[in-house]
């Protein structure tokens, strides 16, 4: 199983920048993808961005041009720099590994951490 802790949610601007973490422990060898998530009130929760181990990234179009993904495979961490934040961007945002052990897949979930963007 693994563990995942985000830091770096809050309260920004708009047009401003924020940098959320995600530290993944426990069986981090098992993870063949990692990402980021999102739910806004009284909606799905819908995909940010993924990156697997191979460095192939997939982003939401809505954030394409905004927001970055990269990861420290020494720190099991992947980041997501996100800039030019709007309003309708405020969500709490989930960070997930995906893994596999032993034929089963399996999904991992943070705690979540709440962006909030507004003047």
């Known amino acids: 199983q693994v563990q995942l802790v985000e830091s770096g949610g809050g309260l920004v601007q708009p047009g401003g920048s924020l940098r959320l973490s995600c530290a993944a422990s426990?069986?981090?060898?098992?993870?063949?993808?990692m990402g980021w998530y999102r739910q806004a009130p009284g909606k799905q929760r819908e995909l940010v961005v993924t990156i697997t181990n191979g460095d192939n990234t997939n982003y939401a179009d809505s954030v394409k041009g905004r927001f970055t993904i990269s990861r420290d495979n020494a720190k099991n961490t992947v980041y997501l720099q996100m800039n030019s934040l709007k309003p309708e961007d405020t969500a709490v945002y989930y960070c997930?590994?995906?893994?596999?052990?032993?034929?089963?897949?399996?999904?991992?979930w943070g705690q979540g951490t709440q962006v909030t963007v507004s003047s």
């Open positions: 997930n590994a995906k893994t596999v052990e032993l034929l089963k897949l399996d999904d991992n």
């Open positions: 426990g069986s981090t060898r098992n993870i063949y993808s």
